[in-house]
C-alpha cells in the first residue's frame, strides 16, 4: 500500500484524486455558488445560468449535472474528430464525473445568502479542486476545450486569451440574469480559485535567487557554499558601460537562509551588487528531491 502511495503518476491514484476534485468542485458550484447566482464562468457557469433562466417554465429548473453534461457532450465529439481520442483522455472522465456529482449532490445553501462568504469561500474550495483536476493531467472539458477547438482557426491566439473571453461573456450574461451585485463577488471568486489553482499546481515550497556582481567572487562562493553549504554557479558576464569582464554568482537559497546570504556578501564586499528574486519551486538536492520508487 505504501508502495501504491508513494507512485503518484500511478493511474489509480490519479483517477482518485479527479474524483475527488470534481466532487469539491461540485459541492462549490450546487452548495455555494449556484444558491446566491454566483457565474464564476465555464459551462458549470452556463448551467446555472440555464437552470435559472428555465425555472420560469420548469419547476426547479434543468438540473446542474444534465445542463453541464448536455453541453459538453457535442464539443467532445467535435474533439474527438479533430484531435482524436487520445486529445480526450483523463478529461472524458472528468466531466463525467463532475456531472455525476451534481446528481449525487443534494441542493444545501451552506452560505445563507452571504455573498463575501461565498465569493472566499467558495474561491478557495474551486481553485483547491481544479488545483488537483490538473495536477491530474486532466480538465472537466467546458470552455477549455472549446477554446483548444477554436485555436484550429484562431491560430494568432492563445489557448488561455481565448478562454478569457468565453469566460469573461459567461460572467457578462450572469450579470445580465442576476445583477451587478452577485456577478461582482464572482469576479472576487474567480480571482480567489485561479491564485489557490496556481499554489497548488506551482507548490508552496518558495525559495529566493540571488544574482550577485563582485570583484570578489570567489571568496564569496567559497564562504556560502561552506556556510550556507549550497552549490554557486559563476556566470560569464560583461560590463556593457565599462567594457570588463566579469563573473555574476548565481545562488538558490530558503526564504531564511537569503538574510545569511546577504549578511556573507556585505561582510567580504560591501559595494557587491545584489539582486534578489522569488522562486516558486525547486527541484534537485537540497530543495525538492524526487526518489525513484
Given at each position: 500500500?505504501?508502495?501504491?502511495?508513494?507512485?503518484?503518476?500511478?493511474?489509480?491514484?490519479?483517477?482518485?484524486?479527479i474524483?475527488?476534485?470534481?466532487?469539491?468542485?461540485?459541492?462549490?458550484?450546487?452548495?455555494?455558488?449556484?444558491?446566491?447566482?454566483?457565474?464564476?464562468?465555464?459551462?458549470?457557469g452556463?448551467?446555472?445560468?440555464v437552470?435559472?433562466?428555465?425555472?420560469?417554465?420548469?419547476?426547479?429548473?434543468?438540473?446542474l449535472?444534465?445542463?453541464?453534461?448536455?453541453?459538453?457532450?457535442?464539443?467532445?465529439?467535435?474533439?474527438?474528430?479533430?484531435?482524436?481520442?487520445?486529445?480526450?483522455?483523463?478529461?472524458?472522465?472528468?466531466?463525467?464525473?463532475?456531472?455525476?456529482?451534481?446528481?449525487?449532490?443534494p441542493?444545501?445553501?451552506?452560505?445563507?445568502?452571504?455573498?463575501?462568504?461565498?465569493?472566499?469561500?467558495?474561491?478557495?474550495?474551486?481553485?483547491?479542486?481544479?488545483?488537483?483536476i490538473?495536477?491530474?493531467?486532466?480538465?472537466?472539458?467546458?470552455?477549455?476545450?472549446?477554446a483548444?477547438?477554436l485555436?484550429?482557426?484562431?491560430?494568432?491566439?492563445?489557448?488561455?486569451?481565448?478562454?478569457?473571453?468565453?469566460?469573461?461573456?459567461?460572467?457578462?450574461?450572469?450579470?445580465?440574469?442576476?445583477?451587478?451585485?452577485?456577478?461582482?463577488?464572482?469576479?472576487?471568486?474567480?480571482?480567489?480559485?485561479?491564485?489557490?489553482?496556481?499554489?497548488i499546481?506551482?507548490?508552496?515550497?518558495?525559495?529566493?535567487?540571488?544574482?550577485?556582481?563582485?570583484?570578489?567572487?570567489?571568496?564569496?562562493?567559497k564562504?556560502v557554499?561552506?556556510?550556507?553549504?549550497?552549490?554557486?554557479?559563476?556566470?560569464?558576464?560583461?560590463?556593457?558601460?565599462?567594457?570588463?569582464?566579469?563573473?555574476?554568482?548565481y545562488c538558490?537559497?530558503?526564504?531564511?537562509?537569503?538574510?545569511?546570504?546577504?549578511?556573507?556578501?556585505?561582510?567580504?564586499?560591501?559595494?557587491?551588487f545584489?539582486?534578489?528574486?522569488d522562486?516558486?519551486?525547486v527541484?534537485?538536492?537540497g530543495?525538492i528531491?524526487?526518489?525513484?520508487?
Amino acid at each position: 500500500m505504501s508502495r501504491f502511495f508513494k507512485n503518484k503518476r500511478n493511474p489509480v491514484f490519479l483517477y482518485l484524486v479527479i474524483t475527488a476534485g470534481t466532487g469539491l468542485l461540485a459541492f462549490a458550484i450546487k452548495c455555494i455558488f449556484d444558491p446566491v447566482g454566483l457565474v464564476t464562468g465555464g459551462f458549470t457557469g452556463i448551467a446555472i445560468l440555464v437552470k435559472a433562466l428555465t425555472n420560469f417554465f420548469y419547476q426547479g429548473g434543468i438540473p446542474l449535472w444534465f445542463a453541464n453534461l448536455a453541453l459538453n457532450i457535442p464539443f467532445f465529439l467535435l474533439a474527438y474528430k479533430i484531435k482524436g481520442k487520445k486529445f480526450i483522455g483523463r478529461t472524458a472522465v472528468a466531466t463525467v464525473m463532475l456531472s455525476a456529482w451534481l446528481y449525487v449532490i443534494p441542493e444545501l445553501d451552506f452560505v445563507q445568502g452571504d455573498y463575501i462568504l461565498a465569493s472566499i469561500f467558495g474561491g478557495v474550495l474551486a481553485g483547491t479542486s481544479m488545483g488537483m483536476i490538473l495536477w491530474a493531467n486532466a480538465t472537466t472539458g467546458g470552455t477549455e476545450m472549446v477554446a483548444v477547438l477554436l485555436r484550429c482557426r484562431l491560430k494568432h491566439y492563445s489557448v488561455a486569451q481565448i478562454m478569457q473571453v468565453l469566460d469573461g461573456m459567461i460572467v457578462l450574461a450572469g450579470l445580465y440574469v442576476f445583477g451587478l451585485h452577485p456577478s461582482m463577488y464572482a469576479i472576487v471568486a474567480i480571482f480567489i480559485s485561479s491564485k489557490v489553482t496556481d499554489t497548488i499546481l506551482e507548490g508552496m515550497k518558495f525559495s529566493k535567487a540571488a544574482y550577485i556582481i563582485t570583484e570578489h567572487f570567489q571568496e564569496i562562493a567559497k564562504l556560502v557554499m561552506e556556510e550556507l553549504n549550497r552549490g554557486v554557479t559563476g556566470l560569464e558576464a560583461q560590463g556593457m558601460y565599462s567594457g570588463e569582464k566579469k563573473c555574476v554568482l548565481y545562488c538558490v537559497v530558503s526564504k531564511k537562509e537569503i538574510v545569511l546570504l546577504k549578511e556573507i556578501v556585505h561582510q567580504i564586499d560591501e559595494n557587491a551588487f545584489v539582486i534578489v528574486g522569488d522562486v516558486r519551486e525547486v527541484h534537485g538536492e537540497g530543495f525538492i528531491e524526487h526518489k525513484k520508487s
